[in-house]
């Protein structure tokens, strides 16, 4: 049995998860590396209580794609999105190296780490107020808090 061979694949931009795909259902095993990205945002409903993860290339434009001895080159004309491979194929990894890889991104190695939720427990409710007395008291209030219970000047 022939040792693995790792080519390196060029991909167009943004069509990485397309050619990776596409190259799996034209029977070729390829290692495509990601990581997972957080979403935070005001876009999103929810934001407050959840964040997303999303799949994020970790080496855009490129994956890995096993080859064997007399195995043909996967076709540039056949599957859209793929340029072909780096060097004609001349460029190879080693497979310790690319198991290595998928490895460490299978243990979460790259991911981003999921942030803490502020939630609002512990802080002060919302205190309308509708008249300057009410103003002025909760901002001497608030102003007393601040100095940590000491007069101002």
Not at 23 to 48: A, E, K, M
Not at 90 to 99: G, I, M
Not at 121 to 141: C, D, I, M, T, V
């Amino acid at each position: 049995m022939s040792d693995r061979i790792w080519a390196i694949a060029l991909v167009e931009p943004n069509r990485d998860f397309d050619v990776d795909l596409r190259l799996r259902r034209s029977g070729y095993r390829v290692v495509f590396l990601t990581y997972r990205r957080q979403l935070t945002g005001h876009n999103r409903s929810g934001w407050r209580q959840t964040s997303e993860f999303v799949g994020v290339p970790l080496i855009a434009g490129y994956l890995f794609v096993e080859l064997h001895e007399g195995q043909p080159f996967p076709d540039p004309e056949r599957i859209s999105g793929y340029y072909g491979l780096l060097h004609n194929g001349a460029a190879r990894l080693p497979s310790e190296v690319v198991d290595d890889w998928a490895n460490r991104v299978a243990a979460g190695e790259f991911d981003d780490i999921r942030r803490l939720v502020i939630t609002s427990e512990g802080r002060s409710k919302f205190q309308p107020a509708n008249s300057p007395e009410e103003r002025r008291r909760l901002f001497e209030g608030r102003f007393a808090e601040m100095l940590n219970g000491t007069q101002a000047a």
